[in-house]
């Protein structure tokens, strides 16, 4: 078992600076390696305080320098956003400087009010997904590669900085679709799944539908697939303290959901509001819903969702709305120090250990 931080970068006020949250985000990542996780994944949005994660192969390749060990991954490139050429030399570059420890998260997106603004109609991004799928193995691994599609094209080219990771970085796809999950499937890519911040019910049906996709495409799921499991999750004998982490993860998903459907308000075309829903899950709800609690709660927790959707890889939210700093710093240590190698002993898989 594998656990990685995963790195919104979000600003829920003006009291944080673009500046501060960034470098929070270098910060929780040198802190990870620090406590031994095994990945660091970055998330890549735009023109918005839900992050301020604009190009995550920037964020890996600044975060290669100051690490040594520790993976560092897309959580994800916007495909559709990108220009093909350039993508392939920056994924090339970065899995370079980075020594070979890039994992490639890809998505087709959702938010249009990104796309807008990137003069991309959202409507072809699953067409222009796929066409990219199509493009990265050409790109990555032959010498000289071209390609004709409806939306992409490219003519005879090389990348001219070579992945270390042979034959290319490890693709990580990340989709709600059981056709876009299907096709990572059948070419043994990675996926990437989330429960939001529901419960161990909505688990067991993610783990119906994993095991669907896969056996649809002629895979066994737990033998020809590796997946990954992003969960908010947080460890504590503060009540408070819980209380400010779960308060975060709801301002999360308020401005996640206003920005996918359409219903974002902003007073400044910038910060998003806050904007409560009948939708909303209470706090009580989502502390019955989370691992959160004591550092016994979480163990017993986690062990019981990963015994019900059985993961390879469970990516911690540690960047979540205004939450303190300094204490995300010490939950990041205290998940090395006794959480997970609690749960790998309980699993029988030892915890990475350091070189």
Known sequence: MEFGVFILAQQRSYEQTSQQVIHHSIEQTVAAEQAGFHSAWYAEH??????????????????????RRIRLGTAVCILPLYQPARFLAEVGFADTVSNGRLDLGVGSGYQQFEFERFGIDIANSGAIYNEFLDI????????????????????????????????????????GNPVTLGRGVR????????????????????????????????????????????????????????????????????????????????????MIKEVPYDTDPSIEQLRSNLPVGSVNQVIDRMLEEISILKPKHIAIQTQLGDFDQNTMLRQIELWGERIIPAIQKELGTPQRQET
């Open 46 to 67: 735009h023109f918005n305080n839900y992050s301020l994660s604009p190009s995550p192969l920037m964020m890996v390749a600044h975060m290669a320098a100051k690490t």
């Open 136 to 175: 990265l193995p050409k790109g990555l691994t032959q010498k000289i590669f071209s390609y004709e599609g409806q939306f992409l094209k490219v003519p005879p080219s090389s990348i001219a900085v070579r992945c270390v990771q042979s034959p290319m970085p490890p693709v990580w796809v990340t989709s």
């Open 187 to 270: 070419e043994n890519h990675n996926l990437f799944v989330t429960a939001l911040l529901n419960g161990t019910e909505a688990i067991r049906g993610l783990r119906d539908r994993l095991e669907r996709v896969a056996d649809d495409n002629g895979k066994d799921l737990d033998r020809d697939v590796k997946f990954g499991f992003l969960r908010c999750a947080y460890a504590s004998d503060s009540k408070a303290e819980i209380d400010a982490y779960l308060q975060c993860a709801l301002f999360q998903r308020r401005i996640s959901e206003s920005l996918k459907y359409r219903r974002s308000q902003s007073d400044d075309g910038y």
